[in-house]
């Protein structure tokens, strides 16, 4: 029967770190640390307004665009926290990045098409991607201290190179590109004329001075693709709501493939949005930073390697040392320890594991607890054999 389905869903995998935190779940895995899903519950000053909005009777259709006074809180937003201005017709509300991001995605590629792709990277890209008849053109970043050089972009770069995807702070690893590698991608943007798509979910999850993203180069903002979701500042997860900023001309082309995805997003919801936009999430993020100081210094204790995380709430942690594909790391961690952990595979990035720490302490102690003892198991591989 596969022979009547869409021929290029072959090169669409379902997305393996939910299928390995699945097959984990069903063992009854005792501490879970995979998802990138807050133990805050979202604060209460953003629930109330949803139940007022539905209160309010506000269950009916709304504009596709979205919400007039939500983007206009979106607008405000974004002038005060990333500099730049997006008039209010520039922003469509999303049912979270993910649906923001597809749906750009789908409007600007062609088969044939190249995205250069900085790896490793959230599973979400290539896969879509893949479904629009495009190619994915890795960087692996890993190998410059996950940062980015020009000699490595314009090796990447063809003539059939249609955009370039950033997601800073990254997912799986925490990194943040620097000036240096914005301005890389921001002169080759000048050079080559191609899409920047700048998925900006951890943007305001950040451990050290905050600098401001892409979008500050407002000069070729026709190129400039913004992403965002509410989905982990503000403990939302389950609310699926975001929004896509974009130059006018593609905002009036990425309404087609929103309009038959999801019509519109839930009316209701948008007013909690309004809300958290308001709400100040310094709190979260400054449990985020304990917890995260407390993995580093667990996973520097057995003697691991990973990049310095600046921001989100992932580390990417290194086991090549033990010779082992990293989901039969994670597999063997599971039965005997009860920790889950996620594949680095599921990121390009085999050879590694991802540590989220936005759970409780409890959990986090729990699961360095079961890493350590696992790896005191284990050999290391003596890289002269």
């Given amino acids: 029967m596969n022979d009547m389905l869409n021929k290029r869903l072959a090169d669409v995998s379902e997305i393996l770190m939910r299928k390995f935190n699945q097959y984990a779940v069903a063992l009854g895995t005792k501490h879970i640390l995979t998802l990138g899903e807050p133990d805050f519950d979202t604060p209460d000053e953003i629930k109330d307004s949803g139940i007022k909005a539905i209160e ?64 490793p990277a959230y599973p979400l890209y290539k896969n879509v991607v893949a479904l629009a008849g495009a190619k994915v053109i890795p960087i692996d970043i890993s190998k410059n201290n996950f940062q980015l050089s020009a000699d490595m972009l314009e090796e990447a770069i063809t003539e059939k190179t249609k955009a370039i995807i950033l997601t800073s702070p ?117 449990s985020y930073r304990v917890r995260r100081d407390y993995v580093i210094g667990r996973l520097k204790g057995m003697g691991l390697i990973f990049p310095n995380p600046e921001g989100a709430f992932y580390i990417l942690v290194s086991i090549e040392k033990f010779g082992l594909p990293s989901w039969e790391f994670c597999e063997r961690l599971v039965e005997s320890q009860s920790v889950a952990l996620v594949p680095g595979m599921c990121f390009d990035a085999d050879g590694h594991i991802r540590v989220s720490y936005c759970v409780s302490m409890e959990t986090l102690v729990a699961g360095m607890d079961g890493l350590e003892a696992f790896i005191a198991t284990l050999d290391e591989v003596d890289d002269e054999n």
């Avoid at 997006?86 to 991001?101: C, H, K, M, Q, R």
């Avoid at 979701?229 to 087609?256: C, D, H, N, Q």
Wanted: hydrophobic content about 40%.
């Fill in 56 to 119: 309010d009777g506000k269950t009916h259709y709304g504009t596709s665009y979205g919400n007039l006074d939500f983007r206009e809180a979106i607008q405000a937003f974004e002038k005060r926290y990333n500099q730049v201005d997006y008039d209010v017709t520039e922003i469509i509300v999303t049912a979270g990045s993910t649906e923001g991001l597809t749906a750009a995605l789908l409007t600007m590629l062609n088969p044939g098409d190249e995205v250069i792709n900085l790896v």
């Fill in 170 to 286: 990254n997912n799986p690893t925490g990194t943040i590109l620097d000036d240096e590698s914005l301005e890389v991608v921001y002169q080759a943007v000048k050079k080559h004329q191609f899409f920047v798509i700048s998925d900006e979910v951890y943007n305001q999850l950040v451990y050290t001075d905050r600098k401001l993203g892409f979008s500050k180069y407002q000069d070729i903002r026709d190129y400039i693709i913004i992403c965002q979701s509410l989905s982990k500042p503000y403990a939302m997860t389950g609310w699926r709501l975001g929004y896509l900023m974009a130059p006018l001309w593609f905002i009036k082309e990425v309404m087609k493939i929103h309009q038959y995805m999801v019509v519109a997003t839930n009316t209701f919801i948008q007013d909690a949005g309004i809300t958290a936009l308001a709400y100040d999430p310094a709190p979260m993020v400054e």
